[in-house]
């Protein structure tokens, strides 16, 4: 996907907020999400235009993969909210494909055992702002800058070939919690954009329930789902993948 324009103030206003609040305005906090992936389509055509088509969940087997994200943040003067994640990515395939595989101009043979690994690591400064709050609940919106390290590799044969994608995407925030109890909660968190011109696109959604267990401490489990790719001159890769997720968040002010 092409880097869209976000205008400058988008990414120097977080940090001049945190400059200029007062330490006792600063409530930090650590995130830690654990789980396990799962692939539920994830089709690659490198270079678009004389590569061949592969699917890593039709033409191959891709295995269940665990994986963990951090994130570490703090809420400002109680509107704002910063956050940096860090979310790498490892999904593995294998299978025989029953025809050759042109990829990035290497051939591997038809009915020869193929392995291919799929990388996809995130790396995001988010923005939120509390757009609405009541006694049960809250909306947050904001944006995202998020700097995505991809890879997809195949091995058979003797031969190797990758294609490696490093880039920078802007997304929308959207949070909203709802808490019908004071221990219990229902929590959706979303990042998301699509290019104009149908280039690409990338969504990461999470839903599922919350649990306080200590005024400080806040456990979770859901379904994340990130999906999107791009379609352009270099990479035709689109993929869907599911997370059955398990959270922990530690207010550390």
Do not use: C
């Not at 038809?110 to 809250?138: C, H």
């Not at 994608?165 to 221990?183: K, Q």
Request: glycine residues 10%; hydrophobic residues 45%; without cysteine.
């Amino acid at each position: 996907m092409k880097p869209a324009f976000v205008p400058p103030v988008l990414s120097v206003f977080p940090i001049l907020l945190l400059l200029a609040l007062p330490a006792a305005a600063v409530e930090p906090y650590a995130d830690l999400e654990t789980g396990v992936a799962f692939a539920g389509s994830n089709d690659v055509r490198i270079p678009p235009d004389t590569g061949t088509d592969l699917s890593f969940t039709d033409d191959l087997k891709s295995d269940p993969a665990p994986f963990f994200r951090i994130r570490l943040g703090a809420r400002l003067a109680d509107r704002h909210q910063l956050g940096l994640l860090l979310a790498p990515l490892r999904i593995d395939a294998s299978g025989i494909p029953g025809e050759e595989i042109n990829f990035q101009g290497t051939v591997f043979g038809a009915g020869s055992p193929l392995d291919a690994r799929y990388r996809f690591d995130s790396y995001r400064l988010a923005y939120l702002y509390r757009l609405k709050r009541w006694d049960a609940g809250e909306v947050d919106l904001g944006v995202t800058a998020k700097i995505r390290d991809a890879e997809i590799r195949l091995d058979a044969e003797g031969k190797r070939a990758w294609k490696k994608d490093t880039g920078f995407v802007p997304l929308l925030g959207l949070r909203v919690r709802w808490n019908p109890t004071r221990a219990f909660g229902l929590l959706l968190e979303a990042d998301a954009l699509a290019s104009p011109t149908g280039e690409g696109r990338a969504e990461d959604l999470f839903l599922g329930a919350t649990w306080r267990a200590r005024p400080r401490l806040e456990l979770r489990g859901g379904y994340r789902l990130l999906e999107g790719g791009a379609d352009v001159e270099s990479v035709y890769n689109f993929a869907l993948i599911h997370y059955l997720s398990f959270g922990v968040r530690i207010t550390l002010g």
